[in-house]
């Protein structure tokens, strides 16, 4: 299976929230979270090569993304 899917960050102008839409094929995420100017976060994510499986890792920073560590890990698996 070939994966593909749209992701979209929205920043709401009124009280400056982020709203994360993200998804493959049969997943959809919908996130809001304020935003903070001192706190950054990113993820990365790797998919098997079989497609059964994505492991994820969150970092934070703290200093404006000067430095980064891990928040937590995770990994998605396909249940059939």
Request: charged share 25%.
């Amino acid at each position: 299976m070939i994966l593909s899917g749209l992701d979209q960050s929205v920043v709401d102008p009124s009280d400056h929230a982020l709203t994360q839409n993200f998804g493959q094929t049969r997943v959809r995420v919908l996130e809001r979270f304020a935003l903070d100017p001192d706190f950054s976060q990113r993820f990365t994510r790797h998919f098997s090569q079989d497609n059964d499986s994505i492991v994820g890792e969150w970092e934070m920073s703290r200093d404006g993304g000067s430095s980064w560590s891990t928040d937590f890990s995770l990994t998605y698996a396909r249940m059939e």
